[in-house]
């Protein structure tokens, strides 16, 4: 990688700095992030801690008793001329079944009136797209998924709900995802996956992982209930 990808590097507290390596939302610039996690993960410097990938940044924590923050800067810039974009795992597909509107996703209504269209327009753009998991954040193996065509993108909730249900799918702005565990949300809710994305006690504890391609599948509410289809397709 070209150490000029790397835009700038900011100190963060005084255990952590933020490598930023562009300022919007785009799969080659994710995918630089993520190489660059993994470079730093494989060479493992003594004193480096948690490395925490986003859309176009990354937060590289440290022991300032072990490292301090020049010896740390010097590491990531080193790390970004060792490493390629091409050395990230080979992407997934993933295909996950949903079941669309009604109880299971009460603003379908709201997204379809706001972008004109109707609901069934709205399963169709939404489950006829491929998404990228762009990083997984905010809860226990909750990705980020993008793009979503702009023909639905919609506002997120003035007020959040106080309880989203594990497995919720939802559209904020620009943004679709899956809520892995019962949490309070703002995402516009749009259907319900039988699929558990977090499981803490599987190795690893999350189903997606960063680059994987993912495709909503359509289900019946008795597909749901009767959890038939209650698992990610990798094909």
Request: aromatic share 8%; glycine share 10%; with cysteine.
């Amino acid at each position: 990688m070209d150490p000029s990808v790397i835009r700038r590097i900011l100190a963060a507290g005084d255990s952590a700095l933020l490598v930023e390596l562009g300022d919007r939302i785009e799969p080659a610039i994710n995918r630089q992030v993520h190489a660059l996690a993994l470079a730093l993960e494989r060479r493992a410097m003594p004193g480096l801690g948690e490395i925490v990938p986003s859309y176009c940044s990354l937060l590289v924590h440290y022991d300032p008793l072990a490292r301090d923050y020049a010896e740390v800067e010097a590491f990531v810039s080193e790390a970004a001329c060792r490493c390629e974009a091409a050395d990230t795992p080979a992407p997934r597909e993933a295909e996950i079944p949903t079941v669309y509107g009604g109880t299971y996703g009460p603003d379908i209504a709201f997204v379809a009136a706001h972008n004109g269209l109707s609901v069934d327009d709205v399963i169709e753009c939404h489950s006829g797209t491929t998404y990228t998991v762009y990083m997984l954040g905010f809860a226990p193996g909750f990705a980020y998924l993008g793009a979503l065509p702009e023909t639905l993108v919609t506002p997120r909730l003035s007020t959040p709900r106080q309880v989203v249900p594990a497995g919720s799918v939802g559209i904020a702005g620009a943004q679709t995802g899956v809520y892995p565990i019962e949490t309070p949300g703002g995402w516009r809710l749009i259907g319900r996956t039988p699929v558990t994305l977090f499981d803490p006690m599987t190795d690893p504890p999350t189903r997606l992982r960063p680059g994987d391609q993912v495709q909503f599948v359509p289900i019946s509410p008795g597909g749901f209930e009767s959890r038939e289809t209650a698992r990610v397709c990798f094909k």
